[in-house]
């Protein structure tokens, strides 16, 4: 699976971004999709979707900010940010768990930086 995120930037505080992740390759081994944050010295969650888009699932800093979206005619999720924190400022990644068993894939995109400016 192969993973080509967009949608980062500057913004400002209380501001909006949204991110997205194309899927290709594999796609019809997909279990679930998903976006992480790296800020110095930590990887978090921060929202995942199963491929059906049927569950969702959120780190504690995106509850009730972030929503996660699944577009199943092309394979992509959007990340909405709303409300954006200075502490939001990270390289974001988009991930996607495949495969079953011995054949299971973690997949990563390059990243996308986003910062937010108090």
């Known amino acids: 699976v192969q993973l080509v995120e967009s949608g980062g930037g500057l913004v400002q505080a209380g501001g909006s971004l949204t991110l997205s992740c194309a899927a290709s390759?594999?796609?019809?081994?997909?279990?679930?999709m998903g976006w992480y944050r790296q800020a110095p010295g930590r990887r978090e969650l921060v929202a995942v979707i199963t491929s059906d888009g049927g569950s969702t699932d959120y780190g504690g800093s995106a509850k009730g900010r972030f929503t996660i979206s699944l577009d199943k005619s092309n394979n992509t999720i959007h990340l909405q940010m709303n409300s954006l924190k200075p502490e939001d400022t990270a390289v974001y990644y988009c991930?996607?768990?495949?495969?079953?068993?011995?054949?299971?894939?973690?997949?990563w995109g390059q990243g996308t930086q986003v910062t937010v400016s108090s």
């Open positions: 390759g594999s796609t019809f081994s997909i279990n679930a």
């Open positions: 991930n996607a768990d495949s495969g079953v068993g011995v054949q299971r894939r973690s997949s």
